[in-house]
């Protein structure tokens, strides 16, 4: 095992292949390369198709936490400069759910530091995400709240397993507001009107919903996903690429930029309007609605 580098994170290095996490595996085989670390993301590279797999997998439902966010970010970027990538395929490992969106408990009762630090994570993985020059698909095959509404959204294109699964921006439901960039996601994904109540409402869709809206592409049976997901890649696969992604980035960039362009700002926004009585009061309730539930 290589010995780490200094100034680099043991994590980042990790899935980088220059460090053996401990007690992780790092398998290489001939057409696929699994990173598979203790952590919360999985990355399976079949170097035949150069279609990555991405898995989120921090059960039971895939919160996305400080560290789930800075282990997607590093994926993103890695895979971003690997050439022998083309494509990734955001998924779960978690049985009947996609991801149920940030991970409230970083946002309750949590420092001012920790919320500037959480809400970078965030910024980062999107912004590797929303930017990325891959084909980028999203396999719902579960509920997809908020912040895995986001995700999903931010991908090129969507296919959800049909059911009772439910996807959607439901911040307002928890007496919070979803974020200028979260907003423009949604706006380039299902249009004005339809961005303006599903927010207002905090609206969370069924798959068939969802598809009438444009919210996801397409709307398959669950063992259907992963198969659908491989034949619509087979299509974007065969589109020059540099058309292809420069069409995407011309796309998106007026939307990236308003963010990179006020990161910090955004940040400390959010640290700020987090920690109000008010918000801190909703979101108490909103977790005493989750655990009621179970009741
Ligand atoms: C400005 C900031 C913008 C924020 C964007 C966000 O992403 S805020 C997060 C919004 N997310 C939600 O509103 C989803 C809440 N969760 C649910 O509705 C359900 O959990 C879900 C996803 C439909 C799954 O239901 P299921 O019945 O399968 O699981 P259960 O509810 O029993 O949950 C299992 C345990 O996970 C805890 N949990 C659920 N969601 C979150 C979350 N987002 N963050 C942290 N923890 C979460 C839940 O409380 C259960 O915990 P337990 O200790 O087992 O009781």
Known sequence: MAAPMRGMSVLRQAFQGLVRPAGGQVCRQVQHRCYSTPGHVQVDMNSETGVATVRLNRPPVNSLN????????????????????????????????????????????????????????????????????????????GHSPAGGCLLAMSCDYRVMAEGKFQIGLNETKLGIVAPFWFTDVMLNTIGHRETEKALQLGALYSAQQALSIGLVDKVVPLAEVMPTVEGELKNWLQIPAAARVITKTSMRKAVLDRLRSQKEKDAQFFADFINRDSVQKSLGMYIASLQKKKN
Do not use: H
């Not at 955001?90 to 530091?113: K, N, R, V, W």
């Open 66 to 141: 400080l560290d789930v966010l800075t282990e997607l970010s590093i994926a993103l970027e890695k895979l971003e400069t690997d050439k022998s990538c083309k494509a990734m395929v955001l998924a779960s490992a978690a049985p009947g759910i996609f991801s149920a969106g940030l991970d409230i408990l970083e946002m309750y009762q949590s420092t001012p530091e920790r919320c500037v630090a959480f809400w970078r994570a965030l910024q980062d993985a999107w912004l590797n995400l929303y930017g990325s020059r891959l084909i980028t698909m999203a396999a719902i095959e």
